[in-house]
Nanobody, 127 residues
Framework: HVQLVESGGGSVQAGGTLRLSCSAS????????MGWFRQAPGKEREGVAT?????????YLDDSVKGRFTISQDNVNNTVYLQMNSLKPEDTAMYYC????????????????????WGQGTQVTVS
């Protein structure tokens, strides 16, 4: 089965930059849909960005992250990245990498219940 390990979180000042990495191991064949979610204290988990390697498409939460966040994928190293620029205090949250099961398309990409594989999370704090 697939395992996900995130890294790259940390504490930065507003306007700063972080790049999150999600390394996938195990049988990743056919795992087309991988994304990043975040959850702030007292709030629901929300989809930030997802990449569909089958369709070559990317999806983003909304204008609050578009233009600031970029999701990308390195298929050779089975790693998904989330480049986060111009960070704001409201971006503070635990960020989780998630993947759908092999063969499952990226429909309802922003719904956490659609993803069966999750990493342990990496904390991002913006002050």
């Amino acid at each position: 089965h697939v395992q996900l390990v995130e890294s790259g979180g940390g504490s930065v000042q507003a306007g700063g930059t972080l790049r999150l990495s999600c390394s996938a191991s195990g049988d990743t064949y056919g795992t087309f849909c991988m994304g990043w979610f975040r959850q702030a204290p007292g709030k629901e988990r929300e989809g930030v960005a997802t990449i569909d390697s089958d369709q070559g498409a990317t999806f983003y939460l909304d204008d609050s992250v578009k233009g600031r966040f970029t999701i990308s994928q390195d298929n050779v190293n089975n790693t998904v990245y989330l480049q986060m620029n111009s960070l704001k205090p409201e971006d503070t949250a635990m960020y989780y990498c998630a993947a759908k099961l092999a063969g499952i398309p990226c429909w309802a990409w922003d719904q956490p219940q659609q993803y069966r594989i999750w990493g342990q999370g990496t904390q991002v704090t913006v002050s």
